[in-house]
Every structure is written in C-alpha cells, then in structure tokens.
C-alpha cells in the first residue's frame, strides 16, 4: 500500500516558521534553520518567500486567521443557536492547554510590524476582515432571536478577539491557570449575550416545520 503525499514545502515552511518565530521572535528567526525545520533547502524557501520578512507575515496571517476561522467563525457558520457551539468550541481550546511560550501572538506581531507601515496596514485591514465576518454571525444569531436585541454586534466581536488574545499575551507573564481563568470569563461573557429563553423559543417556534396533515397541534 503506497502512502498518500505528505504536506507540501509550502504548508510545511508555515509550520516551520511558526515554530521558529515562537521560540525566537521575528529578529531571532534564522531562515537555514527554518528550512532545516521543514525539511527543504533554502534555494526552495526563496522559491516561496523572497525574504523572511515575507515568510514571517504570511505564517502569522494564515496562523491567525486558521485560528480565528476555527473558533469563532465556523460555529457561526451552521443553523440554529450559535452560542454553545462557541462556548464549546472555546472550552476545548482552553482544556487542551497552549504552551507558554515567550513569544505570543501579539507579541509577534508588534515585533513583526514595527517602522514597517505595509505589514502594519495588511494585519490591521486582515482583522479588520475577521472582526467583520465575525460581527455579521452574530447579527445573524441576534436576528434569529438567540443573541440579545440590543447588542451591538460588532462591538462584541471585537471585544471576543481583543479579550482572548489579550488573554494568551498576559499569560506569558502569569500563573499557568491564567489562560483557563481568563478564558472562563470570557466564556461568561460569551454566555450573557443570550437572549431570554422565551425569544429563542419563539423564533424555533416560527421556523418548525408544520405538523403533518390531518394532525393538530396538542393531538396525540
């Protein structure tokens, strides 16, 4: 049985450099050792990447956004309440642990992006994006009758991101349980934009499908 193609070099120098920019930061990153890490020659990183530069915005934009993409907006993404698949999906991320590592995300990126306008203009439209997409989920939940009226959805998305991030950069100075204590505020958080009980029920209510012909409601 032959087996199937392993990660192609681009995928694998994105996983490399995600390694390497998080035990050494963008200034300590070494690209031989980036090749080295994913297995390819440096003559095929300049096939992909001109610089590290390049190499190193193009990890923490595709990291991030897999990131954003798999915990925040994917749950938004199916039919009905939207609010406990977020709150689970959250609380696997936090049961599962994150390594603390002296580089964070954020950390990363301030490095990455200082006396470099471009980069600094390209992440902030990028989160601009994801904050985006993930303000019209829950507008979308909150029309549906599962999110709270009077939240203003966009001010919450931006909220949950900036929260749990700053939530992974504090971390690095703190307890190990900083994480878990932080993320189960946010958690709480998550959980009060709930609307009451009876708004949710009553947008189910009017989205059921009919009974079957010949029955009425409260009939055996």
Request: proline fraction near 6%.
């Amino acid at each position: 049985m032959t087996r199937g193609p392993g990660p192609s070099t681009y995928t694998r120098l994105i996983e490399a450099t995600w390694e390497e920019l998080r035990e050494r930061g963008f200034k300590g990153a070494r690209l031989d050792r980036i090749a080295a890490r994913a297995g390819v020659t440096k003559g095929a990183l300049y096939h992909h990447f001109p610089d590290k530069r390049s190499l190193a915005l193009t990890t923490l934009l595709e990291t991030m956004g897999r990131e954003i993409d798999q915990l925040w907006i994917q749950p938004l993404a199916s039919e009905g309440d939207p609010l406990p698949r977020l709150s689970a999906g959250l609380a696997r991320h936090i049961a599962t642990g994150e390594p603390c590592t002296h580089h964070s995300l954020p950390r990363l990126i301030a490095e990455l992006v200082a006396h470099d306008p471009a980069a600094q203009l390209l992440i902030s439209e990028r989160l601009a994006h994801w904050r985006k997409r993930l303000g019209t989920g829950l507008t979308r939940a909150r029309h549906a009758g599962f999110v709270q009226a009077d939240i203003d959805c966009e001010a919450a998305a931006l909220f949950i991101l900036s929260a749990w991030e700053g939530c992974r950069e504090t971390m690095r100075y703190a307890h190990p349980s900083t994480l878990s204590r932080c993320g189960q505020e946010l958690l709480r958080y998550i959980g009060a934009l709930r609307a009451p009980t009876d708004a949710a029920a009553s947008d189910r209510r009017d989205f059921s499908p009919a009974p079957p012909a010949g029955k009425r409601a409260g009939t055996a």
